[in-house]
Nanobody, 115 residues
């Protein structure tokens, strides 16, 4: 069993920054794929950023140049640094992990961008 727990959401003004973190625990030491999805109002859940193994982060076009995903395998965490936030970034952000064809999800953390 694998658990993913997000933290770091909150309210921030446009142009501000937030850092989301996700800690995973359970029977699998490291998940090959880890990333972040978000559910924004009126839209389907979308992939924001992902890391596969030791590769570079991959991002949806809307966040390229503003968001950075990173992971610390020793601490079993994945983080999402979000800069220059925009109102359209508002939503619930979910941590995601996958290993051997099995997907795992956190419960989500709310990010609100508003003045």
């Amino acid at each position: 069993q694998v658990q993913l727990v997000e933290s770091g959401g909150g309210l921030v003004q446009p142009g501000g920054s937030l850092r989301l973190s996700c800690a995973h625990s359970g029977s699998i030491f490291n998940l090959y794929v880890m990333g972040w999805y978000r559910q924004t109002p009126g839209k389907q859940r979308e992939l924001v950023a992902t890391l596969k193994g030791g590769g570079s982060g991959e991002y949806v076009d809307a966040v390229k140049g503003r968001f950075t995903i990173s992971r610390d395998n020793a601490k079993k965490t994945v983080s999402l640094q979000m800069n220059n936030l925009k109102p359209e970034d508002t939503g619930v952000y979910y941590c995601y992990g996958s290993e051997s064809g099995v997907d795992y999800w956190g419960k989500g953390t709310l990010v609100t961008i508003s003045s």
